[in-house]
């Protein structure tokens, strides 16, 4: 009992100085592998999956949570030729835990970009173009996605290919977006996705929030409430 209490406590520690220790930091030999890794930039304790790192581009002072899947490419290893990254993620972002970002043609984060915990971003997806095939025997389409600077996307939403999303537009919690052009300070809700509410710069929030039709209008600024931005929550 005692060395099994013994190894117990060694193991905590080695894992709690892990977790301090052992996160991708700029300048590290890990850093070195990426196409770009910006300072103060940190991919923390433990990944779940990264590869293609030739092809990843991270910027400064983004941070990307524990548990991120975060990949170029097909498999590890694969010579992606020389067009550049294929994931981009822009300054000042944070990624939440457990997120996934896997790329086979274009993944664009802009500047300031903040996820929940669990979202999914993907380029490629199944298709169904021959029933006669299992889905999972034929050859996946790619479109690019491009998420604007300072977007929110809550937790678990999914961004499907070929989604642009505009400059601070929120994706609500659990939502699923799909391909399309979504405008500058778009609220975007639900499954499938929907802009259930928009900012103009004349009128102001369309519909208006509760406090402006309970008043009669008057107050343009962003809601803070996020029950009354969308509903689920973000």
């Given amino acids: 009992m005692r060395v099994s209490r013994l190894v117990s406590w060694i193991l905590r520690r080695l894992w709690a100085w892990a977790r301090s220790h052992a996160d991708i930091r700029s300048g590290s030999r890990a850093a070195r592998r990426f196409a770009a890794y910006g300072t103060g930039t940190s991919i923390a304790f433990p990944p779940a999956t990264v590869f293609g790192e030739p092809w990843i581009a ?51 984060l802009g500047d300031d970009v903040f996820t929940g915990p669990y979202v999914y971003i993907t380029d490629q997806n199944h298709v169904y173009a021959d029933v006669d095939v299992p ?56 499954v499938p996705g929907k802009v259930v509410r928009r900012y103009d710069p004349e009128s102001g929030w369309v519909p208006p929030l509760r406090s402006d039709a309970a008043d009669g209008g008057g107050s343009d600024g962003a809601p803070v409430d996020g029950a009354d931005m969308a509903q689920p929550e973000v």
């Fill in 135 to 190: 889905v999972g025997r034929q050859w996946p389409a790619d479109d690019p996605v491009r998420v604007g600077d300072g977007t929110w996307i809550g937790a678990h939403a999914v961004v499907l290919p070929g989604v642009r999303l505009g400059r601070n537009c929120v994706v609500a919690a659990g939502s699923v977006v799909r391909p399309g052009a979504y405008p500058d300070h778009s609220v975007v809700a639900g």
């Fill in 58 to 108: 991270l910027g400064a002072h983004t941070l990307v949570g524990a548990d991120m899947t975060l990949t170029a490419g097909m498999v590890p290893g694969q010579e992606l030729g020389s067009g550049g990254p294929l994931i981009r993620i822009g300054d000042g972002c944070t990624i939440g835990r457990g997120s996934h970002l896997v790329a086979h043609r274009s993944i664009e």
